[in-house]
């Protein structure tokens, strides 16, 4: 099993422009979550899904689209870049979206804005 | 979900035990206790979870107090591949409530030579 994947790992955004961070996972897991990670700070949740077709907002969801049409990816999409979307994102899943279950962390896409 | 407190950073000598604790003193009963690390620059890794009773798996120890206001996250023999930020996270179990995990700040643990 490869986990969970993210692509690209490295990204150079200008202002304005639009980009979508690819996530898959292949564990057949029903819960996909996203985060960003600012220099020197914990993880905020931007948005997450409990299944293919269901998805919902986290603490952070602004500026950012989600979609879920199948069980193996989640794409995040920014609309409209800004430097402060300049982040680490993280994408991650687990079985389903009781916090019981274990999170699997992809290794992260490392986005700059200028 | 409860508000954790841990020490910003610590060190521990290569193959000593590290003993990483938390303060959670607003627990409420249904809430579980979960570490994950942060190798540099990687995603998080879930490293062990617990409600009351203490846990063990090949990665570490969970040690809670009884009255659960306070854990300790033990690795047995450090080396120093587990340098990390390591989190304590307070949070229910059920309720599809997004399963959100707020990461704090965490504890910078630097093993050394």
């Known amino acids: 099993n490869a986990g969970v994947t993210q692509t690209p790992k490295f990204q150079v955004l200008k202002t304005g422009q639009s980009m979508t961070l690819q996530c898959a996972q292949d564990m057949n897991h029903e819960y996909m979550s996203w985060y960003r990670q600012d220099p020197g700070m914990g993880l905020r949740l931007i948005h997450y899904s409990v299944g293919a077709g269901i998805t919902d907002q986290g603490e952070v969801p602004n500026g950012y689209n989600v979609s879920r049409s199948t069980t193996e990816d989640f794409p995040l999409r920014l609309l409209s870049a800004a430097p402060s979307q300049t982040s680490v994102y993280f994408c991650?899943?687990?079985?389903?979206?009781?916090?019981?279950?274990?999170?699997?962390f992809g290794p992260g896409t490392r986005l700059t804005v200028l | 979900d409860a508000k954790t407190t841990q020490p910003t950073s610590m060190d521990c000598a290569e193959g000593r035990a590290a003993n990483l604790p938390c303060n959670h003193s607003?627990?409420?009963?249904?809430?579980?206790v979960y570490w994950y690390r942060q190798i540099h620059s990687q995603g998080p890794q879930y490293i062990i979870h617990?409600?009351?009773n203490n846990e063990t798996n090949e990665m570490a120890s969970l040690i809670i107090t009884e009255d659960r206001k306070s854990s300790t996250l033990i690795l047995p023999h450090a080396t120093l591949r587990d340098t990390a930020v390591y989190y304590c996270i307070v949070r229910v179990a059920i309720g599809n409530a997004g399963n959100m995990l707020t990461f704090g700040g965490g504890t910078r643990l630097m093993v050394k030579p």
């Open positions: 607003t627990i409420s009963g249904n809430e579980y």
């Open positions: 991650a899943s687990s079985w389903t979206g009781l916090a019981i279950n274990e999170q699997f």
């Open positions: 617990g409600l009351k």
